[in-house]
């Protein structure tokens, strides 16, 4: 009786199981990517290099790549090789583009190249920090569209860097005295103006609060040498006076 | 009492120096002044109380600062010579606060035995302040030089000061001990009763007031008649009544015994009075005789009653058969009561007597060894038939 239920659950996770095996290989083409920064920023320019190895092992003979990015001033090269020698180039100019590929053109390998210039940044978030998309790319085989590559980038400029470097510079030292109301009430505010783009702003209060923070500890550290200072002090003279009672009881002042 | 203390030799530096600790100690007040003085130079760098620049070494042209060896003939004429050395010191001293000097002195040995007869004689022809002496007598088994020396020594000192206070160390000395315990515990001895004595009148600020001061006018007068003085101490445990009854008892009003308390008391200090007196005096002597006494009880003013001195008082008058017996209280806050006894003017001293008898033995002695000395070298050098000739 009992052996029934479990026996339907088995069926159903090997189903899933066949399942999963089934779409796995769809997406195992190899691809490499060479220059995505992790930051960069506003108007700097980036260049990008995505390599795919046997863009027909494992994948249907024909299908369509399509790249997407949030760069600026673009420029897409994609040149499909055979044995290291060109077969095909094409440059798109959009920030998108779709590249079809056919196992008829004998490649066995697609470069694309990115070129393009960082985009400003619309909105200023301090945690998470502002991205943007460098590149994406998908295999689109019919209706079904895989992703091969989806990389970002955190964006900056001078401004904004610096007052994200005073607020980390203040977060540090706030954790290090393990935390102080005042300094993070401070250090808040200064986030709030940071993400309203008064970045000098934001630099004077987070320098605010990190002072705070460095005050707080330095008048921790006073205050623990202060105790430290009377503890050795209070022994001291217990010892003394310890000394002192041992050796008035041990002088007879008696003068008979 | 406040004293200048001139500690000559050895043994007048260590008790001037024990003197010092007691009152430092024990905050008495009773010396204000003190300087040593000696012929070796090792004996001052021992001491500890006295201040370096009121230690001074005399005759460092004749000894070279190794002292004089027993020989208190050289003592005394290097005392004489460096007179103004030792009166460097002692204008230092100022003089307008003491009501006397002591000068303390081992009698059996060189430095002391003989300087202290000098200096005593210098300052009574300088000074108004009476001089008073501190003599110590050697054991008679120190040997027949230092008997001789104290038997010489004592004649002197006795003629130049107004007052030779003795201690005898025959009588204090107790088998087994180390020379130095001994003899620290003989300094400890001596301190304890002339730092009584002369302590009595001596009140400090949060000190009780006696009833009957033995101021030191009394002491002056006591010693006033010259000769030869012995001090008779002895003590006894009480209970300072504040510290063993508490708060408790004192609310209970436990006054039931207070005839009883009065009666012990009473008879406590009649018992200690004797005790001193006849026990153990630092020179052993008949009392009968004495020309003058001092009586001074010391302890808790709760354990010191009129009575009891009145009574101590009158047992002296009548033993000693002298009506000049004066006495007091001297009130202090510890848990023991004493009876010092000072008797002035003592004729009849067995122990001195003994002590002339050897040195006189001891004198003849040493003259047969000398006469017959030349003779027996004689004996020794030459040769029977007088044939040999000395090179030149």
């Known amino acids: 009786m009992s052996s029934i239920p479990c026996s339907r659950a088995t069926i159903a996770l090997l189903f899933v199981a066949v399942l999963v095996a089934a779409v796995g290989p769809a997406s195992a083409l190899s691809l490499s990517s060479e220059g995505v920064p992790e930051s960069s920023q506003v108007g700097e320019e980036i260049q990008v290099t995505y390599t795919i190895d046997d863009p027909f092992t494992d994948a249907p003979n024909e299908w369509t790549l399509q790249g997407e990015t949030e760069l600026e001033d673009v420029r897409w090269t994609v040149t499909v090789l055979r044995a290291g020698t060109q077969v095909s180039q094409e440059t798109y100019t959009e920030q998108s583009f779709n590249h079809s590929l056919d196992v008829d053109d004998n490649g066995d390998e697609v470069v694309v190249n990115l070129d393009g210039t960082t985009p400003a940044i619309e909105n200023y978030t301090y945690s998470p920090e502002e991205t943007y998309r460098v590149t994406s790319l998908d295999q689109r085989t019919g209706g079904n569209v895989e992703e091969l590559t989806n990389d970002s980038a955190h964006h900056y400029t001078g401004d904004s860097q610096e007052a994200r470097n005073a607020i980390e510079d203040a977060e540090t030292a706030i954790d290090e005295i393990g935390g102080h109301d005042e300094a993070e009430t401070t250090l808040n505010r200064a986030i709030t103006l940071y993400e309203a783009e008064r970045f000098s702003d934001a630099v004077e209060a987070a320098e605010d609060a990190q002072e705070k923070a460095e005050n707080a500890q330095q008048s921790q550290q006073t205050l623990t040498m202060a105790l430290m200072g009377g503890g050795v002090l209070l022994v001291l003279a217990l010892i003394g006076g310890g000394v002192y009672y041992w050796k008035s009881q041990q002088e007879t002042v008696s003068r008979l | ?392």
């Open chain 2, 1 to 392: 009492m406040k004293l200048a203390m001139i500690g000559f030799g050895q043994a007048g530096g260590k008790i001037v120096d024990k003197f010092l600790e007691y009152d430092q100690r024990t905050n008495s007040g009773i010396v204000r002044s003190a300087v040593a003085v000696n012929t070796a130079k090792a004996d001052l760098l021992g001491l500890e109380q006295i201040p370096e620049e009121h230690r001074v070494l005399i005759g460092q042209a004749r000894v070279k600062g190794h002292g004089v060896g027993a020989d208190n003939e050289l003592g005394a004429e290097i005392a004489e010579e460096d007179i103004d050395e030792i009166q460097g010191a002692i204008d230092n001293i100022p003089v307008h606060e003491i009501d006397a000097f002591l000068v303390v002195s081992g009698l059996g040995g060189g430095t002391g035995s003989g300087g202290s007869p000098v200096i005593s004689k210098h300052l009574k022809r300088i000074y108004t302040e009476p001089v008073y002496g501190l003599g110590v007598l050697p054991g008679g088994d120190e040997g027949g030089i230092y008997t001789l020396n104290a038997a010489r020594s004592f004649q002197t000192f006795v003629r130049e000061v107004d007052n030779l206070l003795v201690f005898d160390n025959d009588s204090w000395r107790k088998t087994g001990e180390s020379v130095q315990g001994g003899y620290d515990h003989i300094n400890e001895e001596i301190v304890r009763r002339f730092g009584v004595l002369f302590g009595a009148g001596e009140v400090g600020a949060g000190d009780n007031v006696a009833e009957s001061v033995v101021d030191s006018s009394e002491i002056i007068n006591t010693l006033a008649g010259g000769g030869v003085s012995t001090v008779g101490y002895a003590s006894e445990d009480v209970e300072l009544s504040g510290s063993s009854g508490g708060l408790l008892s004192r609310f209970k009003g436990d006054e039931g015994g207070s005839d009883m308390d009065t009666a012990n008391t009473t008879n406590r200090i009649t018992s200690l009075v004797r005790k001193a007196a006849l026990g153990r005096l630092t020179l052993p002597c008949e009392i009968e005789g004495a020309e003058r006494a001092l009586l001074v009880m010391a302890g808790p003013s709760q354990h010191l009653n009129r009575k009891g001195i009145e009574r101590g008082r009158k047992w002296l008058e009548e033993q000693t058969g002298s009506m000049e017996v004066r006495g007091g209280d001297y009130p202090t806050n510890e848990p023991r009561v004493a009876a010092a006894v000072l008797l002035s003017g003592i004729h009849n001293v067995p122990r001195i007597k003994e002590l002339q008898q050897i040195a006189i033995e001891a004198q003849d002695n040493i003259d047969d060894i000398r006469q017959q000395s030349e003779d027996n070298l004689e004996q020794l050098v030459e040769d029977d038939e007088d044939e040999l000739d000395p090179l030149f």
